[in-house]
């Protein structure tokens, strides 16, 4: 079992304010992008289960241009628009 050391800080009233302000800005983007109703990115591996797919597929469908890869901020994880599964397979969003 690892010991755990806790060290406790003190910031200013105003200085916690604007960390929780930007953690709330944070979780509402967050909130948005992971939605289950209206989710607007998918992983490479949720791309892979709804079109059936494996790895190698989705990878030559992104190389020939069938799929745009985004990435998101900083990472290197690559994501999937929503709207273009649903051009692929033919669907319109319903409104």
Known sequence: MSE???KTISVSKQE??????TLDVL???VSRLVSIDSKEFLTKKEVMNIL????????????????QEVKL???TRGYIKQSEID?????????
């Not at 597929?57 to 020939?64: A, G, K, P, Q």
Request: net charge positive; aromatic share 4%; charged share 40%.
């Open 4 to 6: 755990v050391q806790i």
């Open 16 to 21: 916690w304010e604007k960390v929780m302000n």
């Open 27 to 29: 979780h509402e983007k």
């Open 52 to 67: 059936k797919i494996g790895r190698t597929t989705l990878d030559r469908y992104i190389e020939e241009g069938l799929l």
């Open 73 to 75: 901020g900083k990472g």
């Open 87 to 95: 051009d692929i397979m033919g669907k319109t969003k319903k409104c």
